[in-house]
């Protein structure tokens, strides 16, 4: 009877032991997170836009200066319609301008949004000259 009790002990502690060990898992590798996707860019690929745009902005700012310069040998009635449009590129250059640094000085999580509302501010700059040129011939 002892040896049979034993016997049971012996094999009921072996059936615990190996359920238990079923539930013990090893613990799983730690796998590295691939980067997120995301709409932000590197620091390099910001210097580069935001040295491609201060180059059109410098090329548009010259073009304003020609412009400029040709109304200033217009006639009075025309000098002082197309000052005025003039002063008005002048200024869509200026809030044009202020967005390029505020691109620059932006971090790398608004740059998305403020990239979108330079290039806003550029094409309406840019859409301001072809009109003035429409306008002047």
Known sequence: ??????????????????????????PQPQLQKPPAPSDQVSQGEHEAYSQAAQKEL?????????????????????????????????????DTQQQLMALKSGTVESWTQLKMSF?????QLKSGIENYRKNAT
Do not use: H, W, Y
């Not at 009877?1 to 090893?26: E, H, N, Q, W, Y």
């Open 119 to 123: 290039v806003k501010s550029l094409e």
């Open 58 to 94: 410098d090329d548009l700012r010259n073009v304003i200066a020609e412009l400029k310069a040709k109304v200033a040998s217009a006639n009075q009635q025309t000098k002082v319609q197309l000052g005025e449009e003039i002063e008005k590129l002048e200024t869509k250059l200026r």
């Open 1 to 26: 009877m002892k040896r049979l009790l034993s016997t049971t002990g012996v094999v009921i502690a072996l059936a615990f032991s190996g359920v238990a060990c079923d539930k013990i898992k090893p």
